[in-house]
């Protein structure tokens, strides 16, 4: 069972690694992360693609600094209510795909398959990289296999 800590409605840095605030669900904390990530990815389909990818490389460098932070200060690696990963994890996902709740529905499915059974590289990665950039690393790269996948699937149809 996922134990928030107090102090991620205290510390900004927490409250953001944490998904701002999806995280502290007490079970499933990265399902709630990245279901908390759709409303955002709605406003930013509207972004020219540019605009979206610079925010993901944004939201990816702030990521890994305020996932160190927080696992530094919890004493704890990869705390499992951290979900800022599965937020960028998840925008990865969904670049360049037309906003749909179908399209969203379809992203979040794919973007969990990959973050839960963490094929190759992603298991590797997840166990052998430390720091902030180990807990973001395996979300990106869920999110790189999910995006090929909805892209793929989109170009078939």
């Keep these: 069972m996922n134990r928030a800590p107090a102090s991620v409605w205290r510390r900004p840095t927490h409250f ?3 998904g701002l605030g999806s995280g502290t669900v007490p079970w499933a ?11 955002f990815y709605w406003l930013m389909s509207e972004l020219p693609l540019s605009w979206y990818m610079l925010i993901i490389l944004a939201t990816f460098i702030i990521g890994v600094w305020l996932c ?3 696992s530094r200060d919890l004493g704890v690696h ?5 979900v800022w990963d599965e ?7 969904m670049a ?4 749909s709740w179908e399209a969203a529905l379809w992203g979040f499915i794919v973007f969990r398959v990959f973050d839960v059974f963490k094929p190759w590289p992603i298991r590797w990665a ?3 990289v430390a720091g902030g950039f180990g807990i973001m690393i395996d979300d990106v790269l869920a999110g790189i296999y ?3 996948t909805i892209h793929l699937w989109l170009w078939l149809h």
């Design 146 to 148: 999910a995006w090929s």
């Design 68 to 70: 160190e932070v927080t």
């Design 16 to 18: 953001l690694a944490f």
């Design 126 to 128: 997840d166990r052998r």
């Design 29 to 39: 904390p990265g399902t709630f992360g990245t279901l908390a990530a759709i409303p």
């Design 87 to 93: 937020f960028v994890g998840y925008w990865i996902t």
């Design 96 to 99: 360049a795909v037309p906003f």
């Design 78 to 82: 990869d705390h499992s209510g951290i």
